[in-house]
């Protein structure tokens, strides 16, 4: 049975349960906390310019239809949008009722449809409801002869003034979410512009501050406003004609229609949103074509949602599955791309669908190349839609140029899952999801309204579902049930090390000269400049970690390197001819072992742990009157450590340990024996890459992802 019919078993025999329980039931609606408790009314103002105010630089074909795109994933989530656009002829002939309810994108129009959506936000504020504002363009954006940003309009410049003294200070919202498609987008809502830095810390109302960074206005003055933009290394963003849109717009749609929720709860957070396009655009080889996203949330509140399905039982939903080798990609009746997602396979993923006939495409590597095939979601069909449930055929289709044949290999070719999302939020520093298991109660629910109670087949060989018990609380009339964790909660991100590390001993004898016949290497020293120098520590180390850790709280590991060192043997006499004067050693120690930590989200760490294997063991002695006698052998070794660690992030830590080693003795016939046993303190640097798939090419991936 492939993972798609487990999950559709696992969830159909979740549904009857969830099914029958009473509509009122309070636990069950506690166990499944999908929207927040006080009232929000979001509010947005979306503008798209096709314009260009630089003659040497081409107007773009598909701001307006970004505009459209968003506007309508908006509206489908209950924000209450206004659009500044103006429809281009192809834009106008599809979307024929669009043009009538929308302001043209110039200063004015913009102007306009923000008075009239303030006062609109005003009046649900006076009622008591709590409102936050989505601020959204796509255009061209560029930079001024002052070093300031600004984005571009039909007949002008949208400036940082006017953003941030026009808009975001008028703003009556409690949070403003500003997102950008525009070249150089990061320099209009970041740069500080010229002169010395500020405090990012505004004192008292959020007017106020503005009126005293109104000269450098920067978003440090505004706790409440966070935003996302995304920016490319030519500093360009990019039109696909594949999309009829923006590359970024397109990822940010087809997140905010639910292809980022990590955790199925409806909320789209900052790190969400900025884990699924940085996922998206990470396996574009070429630099031309792939994005750079930048995520900035509101310093109030770093996990606030930008966007939240308040609604979506009953809602129009395609929950998709797979083991990240499929792309899932939503087109309308006309062809043009509504949303794509790819996932892990650690958990389901969904996306909000609009009305109307869709097409769902399936995209998946073959031995001949990547396979597509179509399936027809009727107008009628509503509910949740179980993507593997639909009937695909083969359709055809033709990649045309370098950049095309980039943008179709690797747009969404790294699937988005609890792997990708945990080190995207270890590299950036944002907070991440305070719950980060799937909803999978909520989920239940929605399907056993979409799916008919399964029938089990007659006769006494008839096997039932496996039962996952819904997730309530105990009470006298819903007794304690033990809930079996889903397969996608139970899921691990596997990663690798490479330690590199100085072995140290504050027992070397100044004097180098030891007694008796069996010795160990505790009384050795290293080098004449340094005899506290040892050795170096290698290591290749894994280990893996769940959901909900923020770091191991075990490490795998193979160790070598080399340990040295020499000592002179004291002598009451004139030494008789073959006594040993002189013995230096190197061993290569070829261990396997383990360190164990208790605490697992502390970054200064303790821990401890033991290895065992073989040491080989090169020896030479120095002999009076003879010659020197040498010998190579591997000897059984022990190891005992502990120590502390500073894990900065999974991608690097700091050590210092202690280890005792005990190795076997080396008995050679006229010379005393040796055994490598020592006392020695171990200080290094580990450096850590994911490894969530085997495969070489999603390693790549994701050694290219940490860098970024």
Same mark, same amino acid.
């Given at each position: 049975?492939?993972?798609?019919?487990?999950?559709?078993?696992?969830?159909?025999?979740?549904?009857?349960?969830?099914?029958h329980?009473?509509?009122?039931?309070g636990?069950a609606?506690?166990?499944v906390?999908l929207?927040?408790?006080?009232?929000?009314?979001r509010?947005?103002?979306?503008?798209?310019?096709?314009?260009?105010?630089?003659?040497?630089?081409?107007?773009?074909?598909?701001?307006?239809?970004?505009?459209?795109?968003?506007?309508?994933a908006?509206?489908?989530?209950?924000?209450?949008?206004?659009?500044?656009?103006?429809l281009?002829?192809?834009?106008?002939?599809?979307h024929?009722?669009?043009?009538?309810?929308?302001?043209?994108?110039?200063r004015?129009? &913009?102007?306009?449809?923000?008075?009239?959506?303030?006062?609109?936000?005003d =009046?649900?504020?006076?009622?008591?409801?709590?409102? *936050?504002?989505?601020?959204?363009?796509?255009?061209?954006?560029?930079?001024?002869?002052?070093?300031?940003?600004?984005?571009?309009?039909?007949?002008?410049?949208?400036?940082?003034?006017?953003?941030?003294?026009? &808009?975001?200070?008028?703003?009556?919202?409690?949070?403003?979410?500003?997102?950008?498609?525009?070249?150089?987008?990061?320099?209009?809502?970041?740069?500080r512009?010229?002169?010395?830095?500020?405090?990012?810390?505004? *004192?008292?109302?959020?007017?106020?501050?503005?009126?005293?960074?109104?000269?450098?206005?920067?978003?440090?003055?505004?706790?409440?406003?966070?935003?996302?933009?995304?920016?490319?290394?030519?500093?360009?963003?990019?039109?696909?004609?594949?999309?009829?849109?923006?590359?970024?717009?397109?990822?940010?749609?087809?997140?905010?229609?639910?292809?980022?929720?990590?955790?199925?709860?409806?909320?789209?957070?900052?790190?969400?949103?900025?884990?699924?396009?940085?996922s998206?655009?990470?396996?574009?080889?070429?630099?031309?074509?792939?994005?750079?996203?930048?995520?900035?949330?509101?310093?109030?509140?770093?996990?606030?949602?930008?966007?939240?399905?308040?609604?979506?039982?009953?809602?129009?939903?395609?929950l998709?599955?797979?083991d990240?080798? *499929?792309?899932?990609?939503?087109?309308?009746? !006309?062809?043009?791309?509504?949303a794509?997602?790819?996932?892990?396979?650690e958990?389901?993923?969904?996306?909000?669908l609009?009305?109307?006939d869709?097409?769902?495409?399936?995209?998946?590597?073959?031995?001949?190349?990547?396979?597509?095939?179509?399936?027809?979601?009727?107008?009628?069909?509503?509910?949740?839609?179980?993507?593997?449930?639909?009937?695909f055929?083969?359709?055809?289709?033709q990649?045309?140029?370098?950049?095309?044949?980039?943008?179709?290999?690797?747009l969404?070719?790294?699937?988005?899952?609890?792997?990708?999302?945990?080190?995207f939020?270890?590299?950036?520093?944002?907070?991440?999801?305070?719950?980060?298991?799937?909803n999978d109660?909520?989920?239940?629910?929605?399907?056993? =309204?979409?799916?008919?109670?399964?029938?089990?087949?007659?006769?006494?060989?008839?096997?039932?579902?496996?039962? &996952?018990?819904?997730?309530?609380?105990?009470?006298?009339?819903?007794?304690?049930?033990?809930?079996e964790?889903?397969?996608?909660?139970?899921?691990?991100?596997?990663?690798?090390?490479?330690?590199?590390?100085?072995?140290?001993?504050?027992?070397?004898?100044?004097?180098?000269?030891?007694?008796?016949?069996? &010795?160990?290497?505790?009384?050795?020293?290293?080098?004449?400049?340094?005899?506290?120098?040892?050795g170096?520590?290698?290591?290749?180390?894994?280990?893996?970690?769940?959901?909900?850790?923020?770091?191991?709280?075990?490490?795998?590991?193979?160790?070598?390197?080399?340990?040295?060192?020499?000592?002179?043997?004291?002598?009451?006499?004139?030494?008789?001819a073959?006594?040993?004067?002189?013995?230096?050693?190197?061993?290569?120690?070829?261990?396997?072992?383990g360190?164990?930590?208790?605490?697992?989200?502390?970054?200064?760490?303790?821990f401890?742990?033991?290895?065992?294997?073989?040491?080989?063991?090169?020896?030479?002695?120095?002999?009076?009157?003879?010659?020197?006698?040498?010998?190579?052998?591997?000897?059984?070794?022990?190891?005992? !450590?502990?120590?502390?660690?500073?894990?900065?992030?999974?991608?690097?830590?700091?050590?210092?340990?202690?280890?005792?080693?005990w190795?076997a003795?080396?008995?050679?016939a006229?010379?005393?024996?040796?055994?490598? *046993?020592?006392f020695?303190?171990?200080?290094?640097?580990?450096?850590?890459?994911?490894?969530?798939?085997?495969?070489?090419?999603?390693?790549?991936?994701?050694?290219?992802?940490?860098?970024?």
């Open positions: 049975m492939n993972r798609a019919s487990l999950l559709l078993s696992a969830a159909l025999a979740v549904t009857p349960q969830l099914a329980a009473a509509p009122g039931d636990a609606a506690a166990a906390p929207v927040e408790r006080a009232h929000v009314q509010f947005a103002l979306v503008i798209g310019s096709n314009h260009t105010l630089d003659r040497k630089q081409a107007p773009l074909r598909y701001a307006d239809d970004d505009a459209l795109k968003l506007a309508a908006l509206r489908e989530a209950g924000v209450e949008v206004t659009t500044a656009v103006r281009d002829h192809d834009s106008q002939a599809q024929p009722d669009a043009t009538a309810t929308t302001e043209p994108a110039t004015a129009g &913009v102007r306009a449809a923000w008075t009239a959506l303030r006062e609109r936000m =009046a649900a504020k006076a009622a008591g409801a709590q409102v *936050e504002l989505l601020l959204f363009y796509s255009g061209h954006g560029d930079v001024g002869p002052d070093g300031q940003g600004f984005l571009t309009l039909d007949d002008g410049k949208f400036t940082r003034a006017d953003l941030f003294g026009e &808009v975001l200070a008028t703003s009556p919202a409690a949070f403003n979410h500003v997102l950008v498609d525009a070249c150089r987008s990061e320099q209009f809502v970041l740069s512009g010229r002169g010395r830095w500020r405090s990012d810390q505004a *004192e008292g109302g959020y007017g106020d501050a503005v009126k005293r960074y109104l000269d450098s206005h920067h978003l440090g003055a505004f706790p409440n406003t966070g935003v996302i933009v995304a920016h490319s290394v030519d500093q360009q963003t990019h039109e696909w004609e594949r999309y009829h849109g923006g590359i970024f717009t397109h990822e940010l749609v087809s997140g905010l229609r639910g292809g980022a929720d990590l955790n199925g709860d409806g909320h789209i957070e900052y790190s969400e949103l900025g884990a699924f396009v940085s998206a655009n990470s396996s574009v080889e070429d630099p031309r074509a792939r994005l750079q996203v930048v995520v900035r949330p509101p310093a109030g509140d770093e996990r606030r949602a930008l966007l939240v399905h308040e609604h979506l039982d009953g809602a129009r939903i395609l998709v599955t797979g990240g080798s *499929e792309l899932w990609t939503l087109e309308d009746e !006309h062809g043009v791309r509504i794509d997602v790819r996932r892990s396979g958990r389901p993923g969904w996306l909000r609009p009305a109307g869709l097409f769902v495409a399936r995209e998946r590597p073959g031995e001949g190349g990547t396979s597509r095939q179509e399936a027809r979601i009727a107008a009628s069909q509503g509910g949740v839609v179980l993507a593997h449930q639909l009937e055929s083969s359709p055809t289709q990649a045309r140029g370098a950049l095309d044949q980039a943008l179709r290999a690797g969404f070719a790294t699937p988005f899952g609890p792997g990708y999302y945990a080190g939020v270890d590299r950036t520093g944002l907070l991440p999801v305070r719950e980060s298991s799937w109660a909520a989920w239940a629910q929605r399907l056993a =309204a979409a799916q008919p109670e399964p029938v089990p087949a007659p006769g006494p060989a008839a096997v039932p579902p496996p039962v &996952v018990a819904a997730p309530v609380e105990p009470t006298a009339a819903t007794p304690a049930v033990k809930r964790t889903p397969r996608w909660a139970a899921t691990r991100s596997r990663w690798g090390s490479v330690h590199v590390g100085a072995i140290l001993t504050p027992f070397g004898r100044t004097a180098g000269s030891v007694d008796g016949w069996r &010795v160990i290497s505790n009384g050795f020293v290293g080098p004449e400049r340094a005899p506290e120098w040892r170096l520590d290698l290591r290749w180390q894994y280990f893996s970690l769940r959901d909900d850790d923020r770091f191991p709280r075990w490490i795998g590991y193979f160790r070598s390197g080399y340990t040295a060192g020499a000592a002179s043997f004291a002598s009451a006499g004139t030494p008789a073959g006594d040993a004067t002189k013995l230096s050693y190197v061993a290569v120690p070829l261990f396997l072992g360190s164990f930590y208790p605490f697992a989200k502390f970054p200064l760490r303790p401890l742990g033991l290895g065992a294997g073989f040491d080989v063991l090169r020896l030479a002695y120095r002999r009076h009157e003879r010659a020197q006698l040498r010998d190579v052998s591997a000897r059984i070794g022990f190891e005992l !450590h502990a120590g502390l660690e500073v894990r900065i992030t999974n991608y690097v830590a700091l050590t210092a340990e202690i280890m005792q080693l190795s003795r080396r008995r050679l006229g010379v005393p024996d040796f055994s490598h *046993e020592g020695t303190i171990l200080t290094g640097v580990s450096a850590g890459f994911p490894l969530t798939r085997a495969d070489a090419a999603a390693v790549r991936r994701s050694r290219r992802a940490s860098k970024r």
